[in-house]
Nanobody, 119 residues
């Protein structure tokens, strides 16, 4: 399993970024995919999730209405469109794959991409 994030960087408050996660080594269309983030001194938190079954989405309250998660199963790529960015969105963003094996989930992580929101 390999997950490779890209698209992070420095952006001013109110700006936008799109993160991508290129996935390989597993059946992408059959796996729930998520974005997590971890700010300095804080725990890693779920930002958004998109399911494999029907593409339904879930968002953290702090990003709902500003961020959009999507997936392209043909390209085996996960996206996170981030708009109206705030300084508190500054964090390392991680791509996550959650694969159900019998009755347990196995979790896989990318290396992370830094997003910094600052003027």
């Amino acid at each position: 399993v390999q997950l490779v994030e890209s698209g992070g960087g420095l952006v001013q408050p109110g700006g936008s970024l799109r993160l991508s996660c290129a996935a390989s080594g597993f059946t992408f269309r059959s796996v729930d995919m998520s974005w997590y983030r971890q700010a300095p001194g804080k725990d890693r938190e779920l930002v958004a999730r998109i399911t494999s079954a029907d593409g339904s989405t879930k968002y953290a309250d702090s990003v709902r209405g500003r961020f959009t998660i999507s997936r392209d199963n043909a390209k085996t790529t996960l996206y996170l469109q981030m708009s109206s960015l705030k300084p508190e969105d500054t964090a390392v963003y991680y791509c996550n794959a959650r694969r159900l094996v019998v009755t347990q989930y196995n979790y896989y992580w990318g290396q992370g991409t830094q997003v910094t929101v600052s003027s």
